[in-house]
């Protein structure tokens, strides 16, 4: 009978125990309140992928914007580099017609006429 007692009080004291370490579901409002915390930080999550996807979008207009500016001044450059060149080879064969020019006339002899004296020629002191 004293086992039966005994075994009685510890079963009774295990299910006591048992009772007060389990936790009670959480109520209605708690379950609100933690669905709403979560909204919260999603709806926050979201917003600043908005604010990031918006942010890329403008940087994309801005180099797409840049790229076309540059593609003008890389024409116009190409433009400048071939213009450049033309007139450097222009001007180089001017400078050779030139001084072929020079060239031949260093070639021509030009005769010297001789004048004659008309006047008398000083006399020596």
Request: glycine share 4%.
């Amino acid at each position: 009978m004293k086992k039966h007692i005994l075994i009685s009080l510890l079963a009774a004291s295990v299910m006591t125990l048992s009772a007060c370490s389990a936790k009670a579901p959480p109520s209605f409002g708690e379950q609100m309140q933690a669905h709403s915390k979560e909204k919260a930080a999603l709806a926050k999550q979201w917003q600043a992928a908005d604010s990031k996807r918006e942010k890329g979008q403008a940087l994309l207009a801005k180099g797409q914007k840049n790229l076309t500016k540059a593609q003008k001044a890389m024409n116009q450059a190409n433009l400048d580099i071939k213009n450049g060149q033309t007139m450097i080879a222009e001007g180089e064969a001017a400078m050779r017609a030139s001084e072929e020019a020079v060239r031949a006339l260093r070639e021509v002899v030009i005769e010297i006429p001789t004048t004659p004296l008309t006047v008398p020629a000083p006399a020596a002191p």
